[in-house]
């Protein structure tokens, strides 16, 4: 039921930003905790962070304060503001609610390189 598209990755310099989006279909990001997740080359797909229906931000340690979740609601959309990008924030970076998950969307290539 839950439809999820990722988008606006990218190749970026160190130090750089991205802003990506997570459109959602299927149901209502105010009725869901959404979470952003990334998966590395040979890695297991790990959480970076999430806004809960009611507006609550929470993040893992290795991006506080460098990435920020924000939410469009009228577009049924949840965005990922990434700035002092690092090396090791390459990976492909996914969305899904956390409530009701849906079958992962294609993610979004980041790569951070000079």
């Known amino acids: 039921q839950v439809q999820l598209v990722e988008s606006g990755g990218g190749l970026v310099q160190p130090g750089g930003s991205l802003r990506l989006s997570c459109k959602v279909s299927?149901?209502?990001?105010?009725?869901?905790?959404m979470g952003w997740y990334r998966q590395a080359p040979g890695k297991q797909r790990e959480f970076v962070g999430r806004?809960?229906?009611?507006?609550?931000?929470y993040y893992d340690i290795s991006v506080k304060g460098r990435f920020i979740i924000s939410r469009d609601i009228a577009a049924n959309t949840m965005s990922l503001q990434m700035n002092r990008l690092e090396p090791e924030d390459t990976a492909v970076y996914y969305c899904?609610?956390?409530?009701?998950?849906?079958?992962w969307g294609p993610g979004t290539q980041v790569t951070v390189s000079s």
């Open positions: 899904n609610s956390l409530d009701r998950p849906g079958h």
């Open positions: 299927g149901t209502r990001i105010t009725s869901n905790d």
């Open positions: 806004i809960s229906a009611s507006g609550y931000l």
